[in-house]
């Protein structure tokens, strides 16, 4: 089992970054592949993005396509979601997610996830 905490969200202006991270606890957080999705009020969970146990392949959702990068470190139990170039429509609670029994390649919906963080909000001002 392992155990996801985010961190990181906060106020920020259109056009500004902000960085997430999900320390991860628990069995190795290697084996694990970790994906973000992002649900805003009266709106379904959205699929963010997705990376790889190694960390060497990472798949996006349209919407952050180029503007987002995930990226972990293993050493540290740790993932990252780095937002750039952030706009209004990014505003939603966001959530890292971890399953040892999926790939990444197919690993965009919920129900592919066993685990979850309890999510950080991020708020974007025009």
């Known amino acids: 089992q392992v155990q996801l905490v985010e961190s990181g969200g906060g106020l920020v202006q259109a056009g500004g970054s902000l960085r997430l991270s999900c320390a991860a606890s628990g069995h190795t957080f290697s084996s694990y592949v970790v994906g973000w999705f992002r649900q805003a009020p009266g709106k379904e969970r959205e699929f963010v993005g997705v990376?790889?146990?190694?960390?060497?392949?990472?798949r996006y959702g349209d919407s952050v396509s180029g503007r987002f990068t995930i990226s972990r470190d293993n050493a540290k139990n740790t993932g990252y979601l780095q937002m750039n170039s952030l706009k209004p429509e990014d505003t939603a609670v966001y959530y890292c997610?971890?399953?040892?029994?999926?790939?990444?390649?197919?690993?965009?919906?919920?129900?592919?996830?066993?685990?979850w963080g309890q999510g950080t909000q991020v708020t974007v001002s025009s």
């Open positions: 997610a971890a399953d040892a029994s999926t790939t990444y390649l197919t690993a965009t919906r919920r129900d592919d996830y066993t685990y």
């Open positions: 990376i790889s146990q190694s960390g060497s392949r990472t």
